[in-house]
């Protein structure tokens, strides 16, 4: 799971465990899910590039969302790093 940028996370590794096991994130994952189903059913009509193009954004944009309590998790699981200076 690769990161554009460093995540800020406050949480604990408990309250995010506890996030995704509770049935406030399986309501919006369900919900998720029927918008990405909706939006591939659109891409399988549609004609125009640019409409694609965005449907396709669509799709990666949600996928993310539905993915990011496991990105949580995955983060807080890992050993803290440390940053390496060049002394060069």
Not at 30 to 36: F, S
Not at 59 to 65: D, K, Q, Y
């Given at each position: 799971m690769e990161q554009a940028h460093p995540m800020v996370i406050e949480g604990?590794?408990?309250q995010h465990e506890a996030f995704q096991q509770s049935f406030v994130w399986k309501d919006v994952q369900?919900?998720?899910?029927?918008?990405?189903e909706d939006a591939r059913n659109h891409l399988e009509i549609e004609k125009e590039s640019s409409q694609i193009s965005h449907l396709q954004g669509v799709?990666?944009?949600?996928?993310?969302?539905v993915e990011l309590p496991q990105l949580i998790i995955y983060q807080l699981r890992q050993p803290p790093r440390t940053m390496e200076i060049d002394h060069e």
């Open positions: 604990t590794l408990d369900r919900e998720l899910l029927y918008w990405l799709c990666e944009a949600i996928r993310h969302v």
